[in-house]
């Protein structure tokens, strides 16, 4: 067999695996499992620490994830890390997530728009 012929049939193989595993909600959570991991650069193990660490909640407002995605299922911890360098922070819900953000990651405007709210 060729190494063409080799890679086109790794490639069914992939495809073929890919979809059984898309088939059932457990297969889809594993696939999602698998490319946060993959873009993170964790383990299994960091991912179960960070989890365990937060106690499943978000590490700013301490609530369990509520936002859904498209099809009606209560979406995971989004992993919070900083742009810059890549290191991982922790563990937020969407809103809080999309929060910081929305304010470029800022301390400093985080800040200003906390004494904002608090002077209104």
């Not at 049939?9 to 695996?17: M, N, V």
């Not at 297969?27 to 960070?50: N, S, V």
């Not at 937020?92 to 800040?111: K, V, Y």
Request: charged fraction near 30%.
């Amino acid at each position: 067999m060729t190494g063409r012929k080799r890679w086109a049939k790794q490639q069914e193989y992939s495809r073929a695996y890919k979809a059984r595993l898309m088939s059932t909600p457990e297969g889809r959570a594993e696939l999602a499992l698998r490319r946060r991991l993959h873009r993170y650069k964790m383990t299994r193990d960091e991912y179960a620490a960070l989890t365990a660490a937060a106690e499943n909640r978000c590490m700013i407002c301490g609530n369990e994830e509520t936002a859904v995605d498209g099809k009606g299922n209560v979406k995971t911890l989004s992993v919070d890390h900083c742009h810059e360098t890549g290191r991982i922070r922790g563990l937020l819900c969407n809103t809080c997530n999309r929060a910081i953000g929305l304010l470029r990651d800022s301390p400093t405007l985080l800040r200003e728009a906390a004494k904002y709210l608090e002077g209104s």
